[in-house]
């Protein structure tokens, strides 16, 4: 399947179930909004999940464009990416776990012919405060699909605080042969989609409180289903990454997680500033130029003379579409070019710097703190570019 057959197949699954199109936000939350990006399709429906009335109704489905900061390190591994799009669904008090389950499971197997031998869940088994969850278990063994009891792998909040509750993730084997072990024994399995029972809120003190109505929240991302349905090795190998793969292995040779890592960068950048982003020095402007940044550092380790310039227009153009929006190309590798000249200038700038804290030793914590805060050299710079490890 195709990005767009797979968005097709979902939406239309749950259109036929009474969901209704929930708008896409944009990767920047609204004026208020303590986090910085857009993280996942639930974000924008947090009013509503605590309570509020939507407009659409309490069925609700669609697709979000995301970003995580946190799944940064992990990038360049088979299945993370910094900016993805995230199928979600939602019931708003309506229907609850057994249904939300039973009909991932006809969409899995009916809908995009997953082989149900390949399928295995995880619930939670409960803590001090919360039982197991005994009718997610139940269903998953009425539907013949093996279950994995978890803790806090199988338990999803949003944050130290505000609105939680345990969820159960559903794997694809992707390993060669059939399937054996557990999600939690063998890393062949792939999760692919999370049904979360959103039925608490937390408090500052640990405390949980029962939600005024008990919700069902979803999130399955696009470029892992695509992976687990063509069968690929990883995500850069679906239609979304492939183009920036390409072009970047012709230009330039990279080892392979290097080459993720930079395609994943600069096609996260291209996203961002896609939404009005700019590089700066703070906030969402920070991590749209540590992307950049990160993407050149690994660029140049081999070869300075490497530029963002070299990439075809028509890159950019793509990943635009993919993630519905809007553009202009010729200003957007403007402002990539631009943030590469000052970075190319703070590196010729960084590296006489280091060098002579380098003549008195090994760089220590307070170094680099001092590199950071006086200089703007981030520790991976130093490092990566500037022979500041040892």
């Known amino acids: 399947m195709t990005p767009e057959q797979i968005l097709h197949t979902f939406l239309d699954h749950h259109h036929r179930r009474g969901h209704r199109d929930a708008p896409e936000s944009t990767l920047v939350p609204p004026p208020g909004d303590p986090v910085l990006f857009t993280t996942s399709g639930m974000h924008p429906l947090t009013p509503y999940l605590e309570g509020r009335p939507h407009p659409g109704g309490r069925r609700l489905v669609n697709v979000q464009r995301c970003l995580r900061t946190t799944d940064l390190d992990e990038v360049g591994d088979r299945t993370h990416l910094t900016v993805f799009d995230m199928l979600g669904s939602w019931s708003l008090g309506d229907y609850g776990i057994a249904e939300s389950l039973r009909w991932g499971h006809e969409l899995l197997v009916d809908g995009f012919g997953l082989d149900p031998g390949r399928l295995h869940a995880t619930v939670f088994g409960g803590d001090d405060q919360v039982g197991p969850d005994e009718t997610a278990w139940r269903t998953w063994t009425e539907l013949g699909v093996p279950v994995e009891e978890t803790g806090d792998d199988n338990w999803w909040s949003n944050g130290p605080t505000g609105p939680c509750g345990p969820d159960s993730e559903i794997f694809v084997w992707t390993g060669d042969g059939p399937p054996t072990g557990t999600p939690g024994t063998d890393d062949r399995w792939t999760e692919v989609w999370n049904h979360v ?42 239609a979304g990454l492939r183009p920036w793969v390409d072009a970047v292995g012709d230009r330039w040779p990279l080892d392979e997680v290097s080459l993720r890592v930079v395609c994943d960068h600069l096609r996260s950048a291209v996203v961002v500033l896609g939404d009005g982003v700019r590089p700066s020095a703070t906030g969402r402007g920070y991590v749209l130029r540590r992307l950049v940044r990160r ?35 010729a200003a957007l590798r403007d402002v990539l070019a631009d943030e590469e000249r000052r970075f190319r200038g703070l590196v010729g700038r960084g590296r006489p710097i280091v060098a002579r804290l380098r003549s008195r030793g090994p760089l220590g914590d307070a170094d680099y703190r001092w590199l950071h805060d006086t200089h703007g050299l981030p520790r991976d710079l130093v490092d990566g570019l500037l022979g500041g490890a040892g």
């Open 197 to 238: 029972q959103m039925r608490h809120h937390r408090h500052p003190d640990g405390r949980l409180t029962t939600l005024p109505q008990p919700n069902i929240d979803t999130g399955m991302g696009l470029e892992r289903l695509e992976m687990v349905l063509r069968g690929d090795r990883s995500v850069y190998e679906g």
């Open 295 to 329: 993407a050149l550092t690994v660029l140049w380790r081999d070869d300075p003379s490497r530029t963002l310039t070299d990439l075809p227009p028509g890159l950019s153009g793509d990943t635009l579409r993919r993630f519905r929006q809007r553009g202009d190309i």
